[in-house]
């Protein structure tokens, strides 16, 4: 087995009302959450891991045009679940998380990873962030109107 990197990506997907979609995680259900990935490669782009996972999880395309993501130069550093440590190589405890966003239509048609996804919602942001299990990823969707308005 490959040992993840602990670099990763976090794409806010939203619309231009703030409403944001989150996902339940199929391996975890109960945790819902924003699309999220490793790097595949130390050398990948940030802004090319974020499109893959975008459009992995979801089938959103970032065009560049219609739909851009938004690097908001801004990343987090935080302490990997016990649960999820088997994944990376011994001793590794912590991982980089790059912040992204993207603003979609809001009949953006989804098409889910199954093996990633059970479902999804659209929510106000406010309750979006309240549905994530992940501190970061409710940061970020609560940080969402001032990044977006920039």
Known sequence: MTHKIPVSVLVVIHT???????????????????VTGSVDALDEPLDQAA????????????DG???ALRDWNLSNVYEIY?????????????NT?????V??????????????????AWLPHLAAADKCFSASNA???LQLPAFTFL
Do not use: C, K
């Open 16 to 34: 231009p009302e703030l409403e944001v979609l989150v996902m339940e995680r199929a391996g975890q259900p109960g945790f819902w959450q924003s």
């Open 51 to 62: 499109a893959r996972e975008l459009f992995e999880e979801t089938g959103i395309v970032a």
């Open 65 to 67: 045009r219609q739909i």
């Open 82 to 94: 016990p649960v999820w440590r088997h994944r990376y190589a011994p001793g590794v405890t912590r």
């Open 97 to 101: 998380e790059h912040v992204f966003s």
């Open 103 to 120: 603003q979609v239509p809001r009949d953006t048609i989804i098409t889910l990873s199954p093996r990633e996804h059970l479902q999804y």
């Open 139 to 141: 940061e970020a969707i």
